[in-house]
């Protein structure tokens, strides 16, 4: 089974600073993509970032930006210059294919972001 | 992004009644709709995949005749749950792929909570 490991249940940073959160998974998927979605205190899903797994290139949306090691199944997502309105659930998700052909996500369970001011 | 609305946000019902959940993609046709559940604290869990003009997929342990999916236009999709009973109260959360390539990015819904009495 596809499985996503988020291995901080908590992380906190100062405003202004610099945190990565942490994301393993485990696919058998030749071509697969990965996500992190963030849900703020109003539980609304929001994108932050999304990765092709066939690209080497990094993604970044400014900034949020990923460490994508294709080898060793890491997805860590960095977030610079962190503001209060960062502060969040952030839900690591990779994409998996049923056997219907129907594409569904995987989520691991979440790193609760606290950003102290 | 695209938008996901979700109607209601808020529902709460007696124990034995059947409550009707819409989510509605507002700027593009999905022919492909989710439904999960959240429980405080925890990640998201797919209920069921949920096909324009054919009938919904569910994962494993999701009760079919419990949770109903309608799924009757390219941009409204419907979860009914009949018979709601206490255990039944979660965070209810569609989201909606644009249909193409693989890896499209979905886009989340503002949830609907559901407390039966």
């Known amino acids: 089974a596809q499985t996503v490991t988020q291995s901080q249940p908590e992380m906190s940073v100062q405003e202004a600073e610099t945190v990565t959160l942490s994301c393993t998974y485990d696919t058998s998927e030749s071509d697969y993509y990965l996500f992190w979605y963030k849900q703020p205190p109003s539980r609304q899903m929001i994108l932050v970032i999304r990765q092709e797994a066939y690209k080497q290139q990094n993604a970044t949306e400014n900034r949020f930006s990923v460490n994508f090691q294709k080898a060793a199944k890491s997805f860590s997502l960095k977030i610079s210059d962190s503001q209060l309105g960062d502060a969040a659930m952030y839900f690591c998700a990779s994409s998996r294919f049923s056997q219907g052909g129907s594409e569904k996500l995987v989520f691991g369970k979440g790193t609760k972001l606290t950003v102290n001011p | 992004g695209a938008v996901v609305s979700q109607h209601p946000s808020w529902v709460i019902c007696k124990s034995g009644t059947s409550v009707k959940i819409e989510c509605r993609s507002l700027?593009?046709?999905?022919?492909?709709m989710f439904w999960y559940r959240q429980f405080p604290k925890q990640s998201l869990m797919l209920m069921a995949t949920s096909n324009e003009g054919s009938k919904a997929t569910y994962e494993q342990g999701v009760e079919k005749d419990k949770f109903l999916i309608n799924h009757a236009s390219l941009t409204l999709s419907t979860l009914t749950v009949t018979s709601a009973h206490p255990e039944d109260s979660s965070f209810y959360i569609c989201s909606a792929r644009r249909p193409g390539r693989p890896g499209g990015t979905q886009y989340f819904g503002p949830g609907t909570r559901l407390l039966v009495l």
């Open positions: 700027d593009f046709q999905a022919t492909t």
